[in-house]
């Protein structure tokens, strides 16, 4: 049994060296070449072997070695936690708000011993790490900005054909005057959070040698550009702020939790923790 379990376990980690290597667009070549570069030469053939023709055991030092070629974590390769975004609904479309949490994925941990990924790399690691944790946190920030944005982006189309300002009087609404300054300085702040988040998941990041973006280069560009200008006008105390409530999706400053979101795993009765995380200290 054992050893069923161990060529089980070598051929999941050739598969995801494999979906790794194609999603950078590397040929098996171009992966040997850069073991090569890092110190520990393995050949196009070895490297081929191993998303193939995977053997019923494989050296710590080719993961590792393959993972930094790659630019992941080790881990990833032997326990890979998948991040995804949902969408928690509100009263209205408008109101729903993004989080991204890890997929529930099991992994085989030891020879019959199926746990869910995020454990298995918890134990293997000794800790989770922040990477990880400011990815599920910066996506859901990006996530949250993109929507918003996009709501404004449509109403401002339909202010310039006076359009909105129709609907609203229709309503009984306030006029667009009103609402879309407040639903701009709202995007601004979830741009300010994003942006925050972003970076300072880059940096833990670096730091971890994790190469996994935590969003698209076109959402990280689009986040940097709407941070970098305040709006006009420009109220920083949401309480002061006019209120717009319920007027085409618009309400309270929906600003996403900064670092101490946590991750958890859907359907888990309990959401909790990875068992241990690297001290924020070691970071610093």
Same mark, same amino acid.
């Given at each position: 049994?054992?050893?069923?379990?161990?060529?089980?376990?070598?051929?999941?980690?050739?598969?995801?060296?494999?979906?790794?290597?194609?999603?950078?667009?590397?040929?098996?070549?171009?992966?040997?070449?850069?073991?090569?570069?890092?110190?520990?030469?393995? &050949?196009?053939?070895?490297?081929?072997?191993?998303?193939?023709?995977?053997?019923?055991?494989?050296?710590?030092?080719?993961?590792?070695?393959?993972?930094?070629?790659? !630019?992941?974590?080790?881990?990833?390769?032997?326990?890979?936690?998948?991040?995804?975004?949902?969408?928690?609904?509100?009263?209205?479309?408008?109101?729903?708000?993004?989080?991204?949490?890890l997929?529930?994925?099991?992994?085989?941990?030891?020879?019959?011993?199926?746990?869910?990924?995020?454990?298995?790399?918890?134990?293997?690691?000794?800790g989770?790490?922040?990477?990880?944790?400011l990815?599920?946190?910066?996506?859901?920030?990006?996530?949250?900005?993109?929507?918003?944005?996009?709501?404004?982006?449509?109403?401002?189309?339909?202010?310039?054909?006076?359009?909105l300002?129709?609907?609203?009087?229709?309503?009984?609404?306030?006029?667009?005057?009103?609402?879309?300054?407040?639903?701009?300085?709202?995007?601004?702040?979830l741009?300010?959070?994003?942006?925050?988040?972003?970076?300072?998941?880059?940096?833990?990041?670096?730091?971890?040698?994790? !190469?996994?973006?935590?969003v698209?280069?076109e959402?990280?560009?689009?986040?940097?550009? &709407?941070?970098?200008?305040e709006?006009?006008?420009?109220?920083?105390?949401?309480?002061?702020?006019?209120?717009?409530?319920?007027?085409?999706?618009?309400?309270?400053?929906?600003?996403?939790?900064?670092?101490?979101?946590?991750?958890?795993?859907?359907?888990?009765?309990?959401?909790?923790?990875?068992?241990?995380?690297?001290r924020?200290?070691?970071?610093?």
């Amino acid at each position: 049994m054992s050893n069923d379990w161990s060529s089980r376990w070598t051929a999941a980690i050739g598969a995801r060296i494999r979906d790794a290597r194609l999603r950078q667009g590397l040929s098996t070549q171009d992966l040997a070449e850069r073991t090569a570069e890092l110190g520990y030469p393995m &050949a196009r053939s070895s490297v081929g072997n191993f998303e193939t023709r995977p053997r019923a055991k494989i050296y710590v030092q080719d993961v590792a070695i393959l993972a930094a070629a790659l !630019g992941v974590p080790p881990v990833e390769l032997l326990y890979p936690s998948d991040v995804v975004v949902f969408w928690s609904g509100g009263s209205r479309l408008d109101d729903d708000l993004a989080y991204a949490t890890l997929r529930k994925a099991q992994v085989e941990m030891l020879p019959g011993d199926h746990v869910a990924a995020h454990r298995a790399a918890g134990w293997f690691s000794g800790g989770y790490g922040m990477s990880l944790e400011l990815r599920i946190a910066a996506m859901s920030a990006a996530a949250n900005f993109t929507k918003r944005a996009r709501l404004l982006a449509t109403l401002e189309a339909e202010d310039a054909t006076g359009e909105l300002r129709e609907r609203a009087e229709a309503a009984g609404a306030p006029t667009p005057d009103e609402f879309l300054p407040v639903l701009r300085m709202e995007v601004y702040d979830l741009a300010v959070a994003a942006d925050r988040l972003c970076r300072l998941h880059d940096d833990v990041a670096e730091k971890a040698r994790d !190469g996994q973006p935590a969003v698209s280069d076109e959402e990280r560009e689009a986040v940097a550009a &709407a941070a970098a200008e305040e709006p006009d006008p420009y109220i920083a105390d949401p309480a002061q702020r006019p209120d717009v409530n319920n007027v085409f999706g618009i309400g309270g400053p929906q600003l996403p939790p900064l670092p101490e979101t946590r991750p958890h795993v859907l359907g888990d009765q309990e959401r909790e923790r990875p068992t241990s995380y690297y001290r924020p200290e070691a970071y610093a």
